[in-house]
């Protein structure tokens, strides 16, 4: 995710990190070749191109962009659906652990235990969500918050995340059985991993139902052929500066483009993806201080404004 102040004018024209145009500078370089090529054959032989009347590149432009503009919404309410979902875990697991340290006695025997195993198993789902989310390994993360008892079990599932949850749920049954927690608050308890189970089934769905690729192909196959007619369609009216013409139609088509494959897979490590490490890692150091620990980790900071 690109963190940085809102840069002016001036700045507007020299940003490249976060841009996408590194992305799609192939495209403009070859749109602006073809409109320089176009160009130079209308000046040095000016029969060659008639004058074309250029209402059909306008109708096709507006037709161009309610695609562009459809799958760029469409591709943002899924990175904004996956960012609420993540600011939904992050509230459950304060939430829980807060409750795990008001709920069960400290005093009573085992009390202590259970707390620690429940907010650090809490701290071990946060990171396994965001390592399959990624497609990562996660054991670096998670491996030190876990007992040894657990780690073959757990090394052996083929959902990590929800194999933690269930061992949570296994832990909160426990507590139950010993009386550390009543009905009625141990209810409470498990509707918060219930919540966290909700907000991994629906980054899942997120991650593994994309848009129809009916639409990719639509909006590519359109945005090239109008490149390509464009400077053929200008060139009679705007001879030397076609080329630029067409650099700036490309940087705007194929930039929106580019742009909405980025939002379309929220959870990757592109530039305009989330920052599940830093939120993730926020998570870490707020439910070690609510254990009372002190040797925290520091928070992930942007690294030339971007932030993972």
């Known amino acids: 995710m690109i963190v940085r102040n809102k840069p002016n004018a001036f700045q507007l024209f020299f940003i490249i990190r976060g841009s996408i145009v590194s992305l799609i500078f192939p495209q403009i370089a070859f749109m602006t070749t073809l409109g320089a090529m176009v160009a130079a054959a209308q000046y040095y ?28 919404n469409a591709c943002y309410d899924r990175w904004w659906e996956a960012r609420k979902q993540w600011g939904q875990l992050i509230v459950d697991s304060r939430s829980l652990s807060r409750q795990v340290i008001s709920y069960i006695d400290g005093q009573a025997q085992g009390g202590e235990v259970v707390q620690r195993r429940m907010i650090y198993l809490t701290i071990a789902f946060n990171h396994a969500l965001r390592h399959q989310l990624r497609r990562s390994d996660p054991w670096g993360d998670i491996e030190k918050y876990l007992e040894p008892e657990d780690m073959e079990p757990l090394r052996q599932s083929k959902n990590l995340p929800d ?27 498990d509707d918060h991993i219930t919540s966290m189970a909700s907000v ?51 940087y705007t088509f194929f930039g929106l483009d580019a742009l909405s494959e980025e ?15 830093a939120m993730s890692r926020t998570i870490e150091i707020n439910l070690l201080e609510i254990l009372g620990e002190t040797d925290l980790p520091d928070p992930i900071q942007p690294v030339k404004h971007r932030l993972e």
């Open 45 to 72: 032989y000016p029969a060659i191109f008639p004058s074309f009347t250029l209402a059909p590149l306008a109708l096709l432009g507006i037709a161009l962009s309610l695609f562009l503009g459809f799958r760029n």
């Open 200 to 250: 991994q089934a629906a980054c899942e769905r997120i991650q593994s139902t994309p848009l129809p690729f009916a639409y990719m192909l639509l909006v590519q196959r359109t945005a090239y052929l109008y490149c390509l007619i464009l400077p053929f369609g200008i060139v009679a009216s705007q001879g030397v500066v076609t080329p630029l013409f067409c650099a700036i139609v490309a």
């Open 163 to 189: 194999a933690l949850l269930c061992l949570m749920g296994k832990k909160l049954g426990t507590c139950g059985h010993k009386k550390l927690l009543s009905d009625f608050l141990m209810q409470s308890l």
């Open 263 to 277: 939002l379309e897979e929220p959870f990757g490590l592109s530039a305009n993806d989330l920052a599940l490490s």
